[in-house]
């Protein structure tokens, strides 16, 4: 069906080390994606987004990768925080559609 | 700049109840969104104004939920009556214009339990 999900429920990382969030959509029409960041009792955040033209746009700390081949998305956050911890959601737009979101991955940082 | 504003942020009602939520969105913003986001699960869109006007509520439960925005500013989502598996966070969001890359701004939501 038309859904994105993500790979992995739950990821732990220790403080310092770099998280990878992934991200798998089935939507080849698909040509907008976008991360957010969603901490306990708020709202989703915006954190990144990436069109269908590019492969890898980059934020402050954060790297967004984009494979159409295998239609997968990636989150990189460098140098992980405490308060990184959060449910990361990536989400997708095709044209005409409205914004769909994934079931996200809970990250959390260990000190 | 003051964020997307909701109340109440908490609402406990039993079921075949109603339920109404207020949302405020960013000044100037002239899209306004409601979500529903099950425990664990992400958002789904429910209804999408564009000013005061629909642009998209094909995923609204018509026959129990509805929503207004009659000036073109905040709004208003109701739940009649309420069923048990309304249980969720409804979110509201605005964005500046609606276009397809306009960045959503999310409120801290409603949480809604229905006993």
């Not at chain 1, 708020?42 to 081949?69: H, Y």
């Not at chain 1, 998305?73 to 979101?101: H, M, W």
């Not at chain 2, 986001?37 to 564009?50: D, E, S, V």
């Not at chain 2, 309420?82 to 959503?104: H, N, R």
């Amino acid at each position: 069906g038309e859904s994105v999900g993500l790979h992995l429920p739950t990821l732990s990382v220790q403080e310092g080390d770099n998280s990878i969030i992934n991200c798998a959509y089935s939507n080849s029409a698909s040509d907008y994606f976008i991360w957010y960041k969603q901490e306990s009792g708020k709202g989703p955040q915006f954190i990144i987004d990436i069109r269908s033209n590019m492969d890898k746009r980059q934020g402050q700390r954060v790297t967004v990768l984009l494979n159409k081949t295998v239609k997968h998305l990636s989150l990189q956050i460098a140098a992980t925080q405490p308060g990184d911890s959060a449910v990361y959601f990536c989400a997708e737009k095709t044209s005409g559609s409205r914004l769909t979101f994934g079931e996200g991955t809970q990250l959390t940082v260990n000190p | 700049e003051a964020g997307v504003a909701q109340s109440p942020r908490y609402k406990i009602i039993e079921k075949r109840q109603s339920v109404a939520f207020w949302c405020n969105p960013i000044s100037g913003h002239a899209t306004l969104y409601w979500y529903q986001q099950i425990l664990g699960q992400g958002p789904k869109l429910l209804i999408q104004f564009q000013n005061n006007g629909v642009v998209d509520d094909s995923q609204l439960p018509k026959d129990r939920f509805s929503a207004e925005r009659l000036k073109g500013v905040d709004s208003t989502l109701k739940i009649q009556p309420a069923k048990l598996e309304d249980s969720a966070v409804y979110l509201c969001a605005s964005s500046l214009d609606g276009t397809y890359t306009d960045t959503q701004y999310f409120g801290p939501g409603t949480r809604l339990t229905v006993l």
